[in-house]
């Protein structure tokens, strides 16, 4: 299979630094990672592709056990009457509880120790605050519903944002002078906002910024406060789901790097800078481990959302999953193919998975920029209903209705598409836009008959498409 990372030494003065290998099963699942400073570690998957079990550099064997749905979090309906309060849904997972009300969002978690969170959230599902022994935390959205600032007893932190990606932070002691607002925290209150947002300039000299890879969410280089003497910018080193493993200086000194259980939380941490981010598009929240994924928060305790998918369209089996895999597959908005999936019109509850017929990988990557950025003046849009196919979400339907199943990555039908749109980008310059968006929609009819005729590879055993 082509394209796949089997190898990655970075260097300094011709002396090597750190080195990281991969090797993948006949699926293309990534089955051992060997690191020079973080040893070896081993994955192993069920026939779907979903992660069944991590070994650790240590040698310790963890198993994920799921359901049909893909949940490694159990849960049963707890109901005294039919009043919201008088509804709950609960579960354990490795010695913490959680309880969720009625509208799908994580209200209470505790554990054997005896450590209590309470939650609270707002009409639309945002959370809003977080409690515990130590800490009372308040957060407030604008009005795309992304998260500006979070606050507690001492200090806020404040957020800009460049559309969906995190482009900087800044904390303050709340006893700072001038700081914005967040008494009138109401996304919709426009004049509260523009008043915060004001303030909020102040700030600006003094923010941390993320700087991160053309078209994607993977992190390419932190720039710390610039008011800070000696302030460098530190670089980051990713694995393969763009991950941050490491950062570096500008001397190729090692500034930050963590070692992580399989589903992201991190096991051992070494830092001389602040870096919050974690799997593409997720910031970690000290204050109650979860990372902040756009348009909802994930546990790494569970590998999962908590709270339903905000557009309820994710096959209609399991609203809080996250991905099947986590070193091989990403969600950065926190939304999978939800965006697609809504604009084919999605139906919930049906099996059926949403197939981007141009991947989204090769859509971001850097090889085609210049083709897709053009094709989007123009009005093209990856998440359209035209670059859209409905395949079954399970062996079962694959087998019933006699298309490929979608549920994991799929290497080999991207590899087929980047050689379709390699030969398209290399003609681009000397076709006109409509013979462009022409060759594009060649392309997707390509794909398209391909999946329902059996021209590419699926898996003997599973039907999936690989």
């Known amino acids: 299979m082509r394209d796949r990372l089997v190898s990655r030494t970075v260097s300094r003065h011709d002396s090597g630094l750190f080195s990281t290998g991969y090797r993948y099963d006949r699926n293309g699942n990534p ?4 690191d020079s400073r973080l040893g070896h570690e081993y994955f192993s998957y069920d026939p779907v592709g979903r992660l069944l079990a991590h ?15 893909g949940n490694q979090l159990l849960t049963q309906i707890r109901a005294q009457d039919d009043s919201p309060q008088g509804w709950w849904r609960e579960g354990e997972l490795h010695g913490v509880r959680y309880l969720f009300d009625r509208a799908g969002n994580l209200r209470r978690q505790s554990d054997r120790q005896g450590n209590h969170r309470q939650l609270r959230w707002d009409g639309n599902h945002r959370l809003r605050g977080t409690r515990d022994r130590q800490h009372t935390t308040e957060y407030g959205y604008d009005a795309a519903g992304r998260r500006v600032f979070k606050r507690n007893a ?56 993320y700087v991160y890879r053309p078209g994607s969410f993977i992190p390419f280089a932190l720039l710390p406060d610039r008011t800070q003497p000696d302030a460098r910018i530190h670089y980051y080193h990713n694995d393969l789901n763009g991950c941050p493993l490491r950062l570096t200086d500008s001397d190729g000194n090692i500034t930050w790097e963590a070692q992580y259980h399989a589903w992201g939380g991190v096991k051992r941490l070494t830092q001389q800078v602040h870096n919050p981010l974690r799997f593409q598009g997720q910031y970690y929240d000290k204050e109650t481990g979860l990372h902040y994924n756009r348009y909802r928060y994930y546990n790494p305790h569970s590998g999962s959302f908590i709270s339903q998918d905000p557009i309820g369209l994710l096959d209609g089996l399991n609203l809080y999953s996250y991905v099947p895999n986590p070193l091989g597959w990403i969600d950065p908005l926190g939304l999978d193919s939800c965006a697609l999936g809504k604009n084919m019109g999605a139906r919930k509850g049906d099996g059926m998975a949403n197939h981007h017929l141009i991947p989204e990988e090769l859509i971001k990557d850097r090889n085609f920029k210049g083709l897709f950025d053009r094709l989007k003046k123009f009005g093209w849009d990856g998440d359209g209903a035209s670059n859209g196919m409905f395949l079954p979400g399970s062996k ?15 290497n080999q039908y991207t590899g087929a598409i980047r050689n379709k749109l390699t030969q398209l980008a290399s003609q681009a310059n000397r076709l ?35």
């Open 154 to 209: 001492q200090e806020t932190t404040w957020f800009w944002w460049d559309g969906d990606a995190l482009l900087g932070e800044v904390t303050r002691p709340n006893s700072t002078p001038g700081l914005p607002d967040t008494a009138a925290a109401d996304p919709d209150d426009a004049g509260a906002a523009a008043r915060r947002k004001q303030a909020a300039r102040t700030l600006w000299p003094a923010i941390q910024e």
């Open 55 to 69: 070994t650790c550099p240590e040698g310790r064997v963890t198993r994920f056990i799921q359901d049909a749905a």
């Open 396 to 410: 079962a339907l694959s087998d019933k209705i006699g298309l490929p199943g979608h549920w994991s990555n799929h």
């Open 432 to 466: 006109s836009d409509t013979q462009l968006a022409l060759g594009i929609k060649n392309i997707q009819n390509w794909a398209k008959e391909g999946l329902e005729n059996g021209v590419f590879r699926v898996d003997s055993n599973t039907g999936r498409l690989i």
């Open 31 to 34: 089955e051992a990672r060997s």
